[in-house]
């Protein structure tokens, strides 16, 4: 896998993926787009949700939505690296098993989220969930 970043200007770079996609990063204090850090953090969730999602399908459940709420913690001092990272899963549908969105979270964190495996190993990551029904 390969990519690009360029510098545009000021605190503002454009990445672009070995799949020909471009994403806007913004490094300052204007905000134009996600920091470098607020990308990881939503890498993890999107990762882990499409596992969710996959598994979640797999089993037959009937939902019709999901959300991960990430929250984070960084370390004081440079390098301000994620010591805690939680994601709060939120399904929505009719009858889903907590027995098959745990299993399926649990799936995900252990063996599939490359993102979430991969900072697992400096990262102390828990995950939460619940169910609203339709």
Known sequence: MQANVKWVDG??????SHSGHN?????GSDSA????????LMSAGCCSSVDVVSILQKSKQNFSNLEVKLSAERAETTPRVFTKINLHFVVTGKDVSEKHLSRAI???A???????LMLDKTVDITHSYEIVEE
């Open 106 to 108: 649990s799936l995900s």
């Open 33 to 40: 787009a996600p920091s470098p850090m607020e990308m990881v």
């Open 23 to 27: 994403v806007v990063f913004d490094t």
């Open 11 to 16: 605190d503002t770079f454009v990445g672009l």
């Open 110 to 116: 252990e063996k599939y989220c490359s993102v979430a």
